[in-house]
Every structure is written in C-alpha cells, then in structure tokens.
C-alpha cells in the first residue's frame, strides 16, 4: 500500500481507484435492487437473487486488493514478465474452449 501513495503516477492512480469504486458501487446497488424489488411478483426469484449482492461485495474486496497490489509493482518488472503472462492467459483460453466440449460450464455458450 505504501507504494501506492508514492511516485509520480499517484493522481492517475487514485482516479483509477476511484472510478472503479464507483462502478462497483453501481454495480453492487444494481445487483441489490434486482434482489429486493419493491413489489414481490409470483413469477420473480427475488429470494435466490437476493444473495448475489453478499457475494459481489467479496469479490469487489478482493479486485481492490489486487488492484493496489498490481499498481504497486514497477511497471517495467510487468515488462520482463509479459510475455509469459500473454502465455498463461492464452493457455487458459484454450483450456476454457476445450473444457466447453468436456465438462458442461454453466457460463459457457
């Protein structure tokens, strides 16, 4: 965290953390209200629904601490590192085509 607040990149830094709170506070307001409507209907699922903003809120704690771990790092080391990143991401892209044929996903189309 201490590297965060430090270099000539902090404003640019900052305005990303911002906006990224934002859009996850939009989004977590979205998934709430579609889990808590203001009229119960008989063909709606608000009480499956209702759980999915508990869960969003985990993973946007998460993102955010990931997000300030990798602006911590020097720029330049994610240079050295890219090519085996843009490896690994394309491994598993592949992994996920083949794995649609293999296993059934239900985030899969």
Not at 73 to 100: D, F, M, P, Q
């Amino acid at each position: 965290m201490y590297n965060f607040l430090q270099g000539r990149m902090v404003a640019v830094r900052l305005c990303l953390l911002g906006a990224t709170l934002i859009l996850i506070g939009v989004g977590i307001a979205t998934i709430y209200s579609v889990g808590h409507p203001a009229e119960d209907s008989p063909a709606g699922q608000s009480e499956e629904l209702a759980v999915f903003w508990k869960k969003q809120i985990v993973f946007a704690v998460l993102g955010v601490f990931v997000f300030i771990i990798v602006n911590s790092i020097n720029h330049r080391w994610w240079g050295t590192v890219s090519y085996w990143l843009l490896g690994l991401v394309l491994v598993l892209l592949a992994l996920l085509l083949v794995s649609k044929f293999v296993v059934t996903l239900p985030f899969v189309y």
